[in-house]
């Protein structure tokens, strides 16, 4: 008989035990990710439409938006779905596919 191990998910800590509290932060998770995706999209259209916003300035400030689209898109629908569901784990690739995007984010919102 072998002694080996493996991993199949990891446990994430919960923001509350309560039901209430969890539904309070899935809301708040809500709304401030719908604010942030209806303000960067504003930033990303008006840096892309506006002709006279071709600068280097409103080039980096629209890599910056890109950038904070995609943290944003990985992150917060996990915490989320972890807030209205009551689950408290993630799978070892879901993690890895989280991490890959969240760092994946991070270049795309560079040029090379």
């Known amino acids: 008989m072998?002694?080996?191990?493996?991993?199949?998910?990891?446990?994430?800590?919960?923001?509350?035990?309560?039901?209430?509290?969890?539904?309070?932060?899935?809301?708040?998770?809500?709304?401030?990710?719908?604010?942030?995706?209806?303000?960067?999209?504003?930033?990303?259209?008006?840096?892309?439409?506006?002709?006279?916003?071709?600068?280097?300035?409103?080039?980096f400030l629209l890599h910056l938006a890109l950038s904070d689209l995609g943290c944003i898109c990985t992150t917060?629908?996990?915490a989320m779905h972890n807030s209205l569901w009551d689950t408290r784990n993630i799978s070892y690739t879901g993690c890895a596919a989280q991490l890959f995007s969240f760092c994946s984010s991070f270049e795309q919102g560079f040029p090379s």
Do not use: E
């Open 76 to 78: 917060v629908p996990k």
């Open 2 to 59: 072998s002694n080996s191990s493996s991993i199949s998910h990891f446990l994430l800590l919960a923001l509350a035990d309560m039901r209430q509290l969890q539904l309070l932060h899935f809301c708040l998770f809500l709304g401030i990710s719908l604010a942030a995706l209806l303000a960067n999209g504003l930033v990303i259209s008006a840096a892309a439409c506006g002709h006279h916003l071709h600068s280097p300035m409103f080039f």
